[in-house]
C-alpha cells in the first residue's frame, strides 16, 4: 500500500483541529476519572458499612457445636442408649475433578448395592453453599474405613467425618420403653427450634426418647471461625460450648425387662410391672419387639415394609396402646367399688345357681361354672372368679356409679407421668355409648361390664396401675418411667395425680387381698398351681378374653386361624400381700389353655424381683411346668 | 519570526527556557529522547503495583520477580523505541499493520486455544505470541498514518477508509474472541479519526448507527458475554455462579473504607474471596487494603500519565506524530477506565487488565512500547514541520 501525501493539506488547521480535539479529551478523561473516584467514594465511604458486614460474612463462619445426648440407664446403672462414634462418608465437590468418575470409584470400593448407588448419586448434590461437604453414607463398617483410609489420595475431596450416632445395646428388649431417635424430618425441622438444634441430625421418634427429648437433646453451642473461600478453617474467633442433654436414669430393671420379653419370647403379649410405693414401672415389655438400631442410621424400605406387614405387629406398643378386654381381673376392683359405694361388705353373700337373671326378664346370664358356686361371699368370689356375684353387684352399682370408680383406678384415663404414645383405653358410659352409636345404654350392658366384657378396653399398663394401687391400699402414685433425670431425682407425688381410694373400714383391703391370694394358694383357687412352692405371699387374679374377629384385610390360613382366634390369657398380681414390692399385670394373646399361662409368667416376675438369685426359676423349666399345668384351671 | 518563550512552546518548537539553570539535564534527557516526567510517573505505578501484586499474588515474591522482569523488558523496549524516528515508524507502519492482520487470520485458522479462546500464534519452540497486541500499536499509527496523508478534518471517503482498516482487525480480534482486546484496538483506531478532527455531525450520526447496532451485536454475543452483560445488571441472580466475581470485587472495595485494611491485611483478598486477584481484579485488592485514599492517589497518578501523554501529543511536530501519541494514551485510559469500572461494578465485566498493576507480560510490554513511540513523535524535533 502505498500513502500518497494530498496536496490540500493546511498544518496549522490540523495543529488547531488536534489541539481543540485533544483539550477535549483531557476534559472527558478528567470527568470520567472523576466518575470512577465518585463511585469508589459511594462504594468505600457511603456503603462502607454494608461492605464490611458482607467481608465479614464471608470471613467467619458460625459452626454448631451439636450437644452430646444424654445417655440413659435402668435403675442400676446399666447403660440402654449409648453413643456410639460412627463414621461418615462426605464429599466436596469443589475439590473432585469428575464428580462422576469419582462416584464410581466409590462404588467400586465400598462394593455399594445399586439402591445405595443411587442414593449417594442424589446426596452428592445436597448441600448449601461451595465447599459445604455432602453426606453420602452414614455408619461406614471398619471394612469401609479401611479401604477409604488406603486409596484415600486417589480421592480427593472425599473424607470421612466421625459422629456420634445413638446405640441401644439391648436393642428388641428395649425397643416400646425406650422408643428410638431417628432422623429429623421435613415436618419436625418447621417446629425445632433452630438455634438448640443446630447441627444436630436426629431427634427422639417415640418412647422415652421422645418423652424427655428436649432434656436429653440439651443446647447446642457454636464456635466462629475464619475461613478462607476454599472453606478451609484458618482460626477460631470465638466459641460458646454446647450444653450437653441431661442423662437420665430409668426405673426400669434391665433383668427384669430381659426376663419378661424372654417369657414372652414367640408369643404376642405385654407384661408391665410396677413398684405399688413408688409407683416405678420396672418392666414394661410388648413382644415381639424390634431392632430399635435400624431405624437411627435409617432403616431401607424393605425391611420397614417386612415390619409393618408382620401379622404380629412388632412395631405395635401392646403394653400402652394395645386394648384388650380385662375379664375377670377387674374383679377385685369391682369388689373395691361395691365395698367403697356401701353396696356390699365382705361378710354379705349371694346365692349363686349358676346364673343371674335381671327383673322382669328372662334370660340368663351364665357363671362359667353351669352348676354354680351355690354361697359365695366377697373373697370366694374372687377366688372362684365367679360371675354370678359381679353380674348381682354390677347391677346394683349400675353403669354411672360404675364408671365413675373404675375411672377413679385410672380405666379409660391416660394413667402415667412419662410415657409417650399412652392409649387411654375404653372405659363405657351412657355419655360414650349415646356419642358413639347414639343408642341409650341397656342395663344387660352393665352386667358385661361387671366381668370386664362388653366395651370395656384396658391397656396392659392401666391393668397394672389399677393393681400397683389397689395393692397400696388406694393411695394413688402415678406410674413413671424416669428415676433420676441428671442428678435430680424424679420425686413420689407428682403433679395431677388422681385422689386416692378409701373404704370405710380398712381391713376389707385385707378382705380384698385375702380373696386374691386365695386365687394362687386356695384349693378353690383359679390358679392354684401357680401358687405352689411360694415363699412368700402372692395375690393375683386370672382372666381371659374373648376374641371375637380379626381384623378384615388380614389374611391366615386355617391353622393361623385357629390359633388366632383361641383365648387371651390375663393375669395380676402383687407381692408381698403384707407390704406389696411388686404389681404385675401380664397379657399373653391367643394362649389357650385359659388363664394359667398369664399366671406362671406373672409368678416367674414375683419370683424373679422378690427372691435371691439362686431360687429364681430359669425360663426353661418354667415352660415345662406351664405345659403340664393345661387346663388345671376351668374358664376364668 | 520572534516568538515569545511561553507562545514558541505553546506551538511546539523547541524551546530553552530563559536563565535556565538545568540547560545540561534537559539536554540529556533530549538526547535519549526520553520524557524524564512521564518516565518517573510510570516507574511510580509500575512500583506501586509491585507492592500490589506481592498482596494480591498471596505473597508469592516468584511472582513479583516475574513480573519485575518483564518491566525490566518492558522499559527497554519504551528506551529502544523511542530512539526511533517517527519518519522510520511511519515508514514501518503499514509492513506492520499488514504483518498484524495476516497473523491474525492466520490465529482465526490454525490458532492455538488457550482459556476457552483462539488468540495465540505458536511457532513449536520458538514463541508464542499474540497478534492482537501488535495490532494495539499498529492500528493506530496505520490510520494516523493514512489520515496524516490526506485533508484533515477527514472527509467521508477518508473516514470509510480508517472504518476498514480498523474494522478488519476489531472483527477478527473479536471472534477468538477477546471482546476486551478488540475493544481496545477499537479505541485506538477511532481516537486516531476522532483526534484528526471528525466532524461532530459524523461523530452523530456514527453514534446513532451504533445505538442501532446494538441489538444486533447482543445477538452475535457468545452466551458467555450476554451472561456477562446479564450478571452486571442484576449479580445478585447468580452470587455463588457468575455474579461471584463482581459481589466479591465491590465487597472488597467497599469493605477497605476511607484508610483501607491495610498493606496484606484484605481479608478478602488474602483469604481467597475475590477470584482473579492478581490479574484483571487487581484494583479490588488496592481498593480494600489502601482504602479509598489509596485509589484516588493511584488514579491521580493515571490522570497525570494521561494528561502528560496528551501534552506529549500535543507538541510533536507532525499530523502523524500527534494522532499516533493521542490515540495510544487515550487508549491507556480505556484500560484503566474499563477495568476499574468494571472492578467497581459500574461496567460489565471485559477482560481489560489494570494497565503495569495487572500480572500480565505481553500487555505490559505493549504499553510501554507505546510510550516508547509517545516519547520518540515527541523527542525527535529535527523532523520540523514546513
Redesign the interface.
Known amino acids: 500500500m502505498r500513502l500518497r501525501r494530498d496536496t490540500l493539506k493546511n498544518p496549522q488547521q490540523e495543529l488547531r483541529i488536534f489541539r481543540s480535539r485533544s483539550l477535549l479529551a483531557a476534559l472527558v478523561v478528567t470527568t470520567l476519572t472523576g466518575l470512577l473516584m465518585g463511585r469508589l467514594g459511594y462504594l468505600q465511604v457511603v456503603q462502607h458499612e454494608v461492605y464490611t458486614t458482607r467481608s465479614e460474612k464471608n470471613r467467619v463462619r458460625v459452626e454448631p457445636l451439636p450437644p452430646t445426648r444424654g445417655l440413659i440407664h435402668d435403675r442400676n446403672g446399666v447403660l440402654l442408649a449409648d453413643n456410639r462414634p460412627t463414621y461418615n462418608l462426605m464429599l466436596i465437590r469443589e475439590r473432585v475433578e469428575d464428580v462422576d468418575a469419582t462416584l464410581r470409584q466409590l462404588e467400586e470400593l465400598l462394593e455399594l448395592s445399586e439402591e445405595e448407588a443411587d442414593a449417594i448419586r442424589v446426596r452428592a448434590g445436597q448441600r448449601q453453599r461451595p465447599f459445604q461437604p455432602a453426606l453420602l453414607l452414614s455408619d461406614l463398617d471398619e471394612d469401609q474405613i479401611a479401604r477409604l483410609a488406603v486409596n484415600r489420595h486417589r480421592l480427593p475431596g472425599v473424607e470421612v467425618e466421625a459422629q456420634l450416632l445413638r446405640y441401644y445395646p439391648d436393642a428388641e428388649i428395649m425397643a416400646h420403653a425406650l422408643g428410638y431417635v431417628g432422623r429429623i424430618n421435613a415436618e419436625e425441622l418447621k417446629s425445632l427450634d433452630a438455634g438448640r438444634y443446630a447441627g444436630t441430625h436426629f431427634i427422639g421418634k417415640t418412647g422415652v426418647e421422645r418423652y424427655y427429648e428436649d432434656l436429653l437433646h440439651g443446647q447446642a453451642g457454636l464456635r466462629k471461625v475464619e475461613t478462607n473461600a476454599r472453606g478451609r478453617v484458618l482460626q477460631e474467633l470465638g466459641r460458646t460450648d454446647p450444653v450437653p442433654g441431661k442423662d437420665l436414669t430409668l426405673t426400669l430393671d434391665k433383668e427384669l425387662q430381659t426376663l419378661a420379653y424372654e417369657l414372652l419370647e414367640e408369643r404376642r403379649g405385654s407384661i408391665v410391672a410396677i413398684a405399688p410405693q413408688t409407683g416405678e414401672i420396672l418392666a414394661m415389655v410388648s413382644a415381639p419387639g424390634f431392632d430399635s438400631n435400624r431405624f437411627v442410621t435409617g432403616i431401607d424400605v424393605s425391611t420397614y415394609r417386612g415390619l409393618q406387614e408382620d401379622l404380629d405387629l412388632p412395631l405395635f406398643n401392646r403394653a400402652i396402646r394395645g386394648h384388650y378386654p380385662p375379664g375377670s381381673t377387674i374383679k377385685p376392683f369391682l369388689a373395691l367399688a361395691g365395698l367403697a359405694e356401701g353396696e356390699i361388705t365382705p361378710e354379705e353373700t349371694i346365692y349363686d345357681p349358676g346364673y343371674f337373671q335381671l327383673p322382669n326378664d328372662s334370660r340368663r346370664y351364665r357363671n362359667w361354672l353351669r352348676w354354680g358356686h351355690g354361697r359365695v361371699d366377697l373373697e370366694r368370689s374372687i377366688a372362684v372368679s365367679n360371675n354370678t356375684y359381679y353380674y348381682s353387684l354390677a347391677h346394683e352399682l349400675g353403669i354411672d356409679r360404675l364408671h365413675e370408680r373404675m375411672s377413679a383406678l385410672g380405666f379409660g384415663q391416660r394413667v402415667a407421668h412419662d410415657v409417650q404414645g399412652e392409649s387411654p383405653g375404653l372405659m363405657p358410659s351412657r355419655e360414650w355409648k349415646r356419642g358413639r352409636f347414639d343408642q341409650p345404654w341397656y342395663p344387660g350392658e352393665t352386667l358385661s361390664v361387671g366381668i370386664g366384657q362388653g366395651y370395656w378396653q384396658v391397656t396392659p399398663l392401666q391393668l397394672a396401675t389399677a393393681t400397683a394401687v389397689l395393692a397400696n391400699r388406694g393411695e394413688w402414685v402415678k406410674p413413671r418411667l424416669a428415676r433420676r433425670i441428671g442428678d435430680e431425682p424424679v420425686p413420689v407425688e407428682l403433679p395431677e395425680t388422681p385422689p386416692d381410694i378409701t373404704v370405710e373400714n380398712d381391713d376389707w383391703w385385707d378382705r380384698i387381698f385375702s380373696g386374691m391370694e386365695k386365687v394362687v394358694s386356695g384349693h378353690e383357687g383359679t390358679a392354684r398351681r401357680t401358687g405352689e412352692g411360694l415363699e412368700y405371699r402372692m395375690g393375683g387374679k386370672s382372666g381371659t378374653a374373648q376374641v371375637f374377629s380379626l381384623g378384615q384385610d388380614q389374611r391366615y390360613d386355617a391353622e393361623e386361624l385357629a390359633e388366632r382366634l383361641r383365648d387371651h390369657a390375663l393375669f395380676v398380681a402383687f407381692a408381698p400381700l403384707e407390704d406389696p414390692e411388686i404389681a404385675v399385670a401380664v397379657i399373653v394373646e391367643n394362649a389357650g389353655g385359659g388363664s394359667a399361662h398369664a399366671a406362671h409368667l406373672a409368678r416367674a416376675m414375683t419370683d424373679a424381683w422378690l427372691l435371691e438369685e439362686e431360687e429364681v426359676p430359669d425360663v426353661d423349666e418354667l415352660r415345662e411346668t406351664m405345659e403340664t399345668d393345661d387346663g388345671s384351671v376351668a374358664g376364668n | 519570526m520572534a516568538m515569545s518563550y511561553l507562545s514558541r512552546r505553546l506551538?511546539?518548537y523547541p524551546v530553552r527556557p530563559p536563565n535556565s539553570g538545568m540547560t545540561r539535564r534537559k539536554r540529556f534527557w533530549e538526547r535519549i529522547h526520553i520524557d524524564p516526567w512521564l518516565l518517573i510517573l510510570l516507574l511510580v505505578l509500575m512500583t506501586a503495583g509491585l507492592g500490589v501484586l506481592y498482596s494480591a499474588s498471596g505473597q508469592r515474591l516468584e511472582t513479583v520477580i516475574a513480573q519485575a522482569t518483564r518491566f525490566m523488558v518492558a522499559i527497554g523496549v519504551l528506551v529502544v523505541l523511542a530512539q526511533v524516528s517517527p519518519a522510520t515508524l511511519l515508514r514501518w507502519t503499514?509492513l506492520a499493520y499488514?504483518m498484524g492482520l495476516l497473523m491474525l487470520v492466520a490465529v482465526e485458522l490454525v490458532g492455538d486455544m488457550g482459556m476457552g479462546a483462539q488468540r495465540w500464534l505458536v511457532i513449536p519452540g520458538v514463541i508464542r505470541f499474540q497478534p492482537s497486541e501488535l495490532m494495539k500499536l499498529a492500528m493506530p499509527m496505520m490510520v494516523a498514518?493514512?489520515l496524516s496523508?490526506?485533508?484533515?478534518?477527514p472527509r467521508l471517503r477518508d473516514v470509510a477508509i480508517c472504518a476498514l482498516i480498523i474494522g478488519g482487525p476489531v472483527v477478527l480480534i473479536a471472534k477468538q474472541p477477546d471482546l476486551g482486546t478488540s475493544l481496545l484496538v477499537a479505541s485506538a483506531g477511532v481516537?486516531a479519526v476522532?483526534?484528526?478532527?471528525l466532524s461532530w455531525r459524523f461523530i452523530l450520526a456514527l453514534g446513532m448507527m451504533a445505538a442501532a447496532a446494538l441489538p444486533l451485536l447482543w445477538m452475535n454475543l457468545h452466551d458467555y458475554q450476554r451472561q456477562r452483560v446479564l450478571t452486571f445488571l442484576h449479580p445478585d441472580s447468580d452470587p455463588?455462579g457468575s455474579g461471584w466475581n463482581i459481589i466479591?470485587s465491590?465487597?472488597?472495595?467497599?469493605?477497605?473504607?476511607?484508610w483501607g485494611k491495610g498493606w496484606l491485611e484484605g481479608?478478602?483478598s488474602q483469604?481467597?474471596?475475590l477470584p482473579e486477584r492478581h490479574t484483571d481484579f487487581i484494583v479490588a485488592v488496592l481498593?480494600e487494603e489502601f482504602?479509598?485514599v489509596g485509589?484516588?492517589v493511584v488514579?491521580m497518578v493515571?490522570?497525570l500519565i494521561?494528561?502528560r501523554g496528551?501534552w506529549l501529543?500535543?507538541t510533536a511536530h507532525?499530523?502523524f506524530g500527534?494522532?499516533v501519541g493521542?490515540a495510544i494514551i487515550?487508549t491507556f485510559?480505556i484500560y484503566v477506565?474499563v477495568n476499574?469500572?468494571m472492578v467497581?461494578?459500574?461496567l460489565p465485566v471485559v477482560g481489560v487488565p489494570l494497565p503495569l498493576v495487572s500480572f500480565g507480560g505481553t500487555s505490559s510490554v505493549t504499553l510501554m512500547a507505546g510510550f516508547g513511540i509517545l516519547m520518540s513523535i515527541h523527542g525527535h524535533r529535527r523532523f520540523l514541520?514546513?
Not at chain 2, 496523508?149 to 478534518?153: G, K, S
Not at chain 2, 476522532?194 to 478532527?197: I, T, V, W
Open positions: 506551538r511546539g503499514p499488514v498514518a493514512w496523508r490526506h485533508e484533515l478534518p481516537f476522532l483526534l484528526a478532527g455463588l466479591q465491590t465487597t472488597a472495595i467497599g469493605s477497605g473504607g476511607l481479608t478478602q483469604l481467597e474471596f481498593g482504602g479509598l485509589m484516588l488514579l493515571y490522570l494521561v494528561m496528551l501529543a500535543a507532525d499530523t500527534r494522532l493521542g487515550l485510559f477506565f476499574v469500572g467497581s461494578g459500574i514541520p514546513r
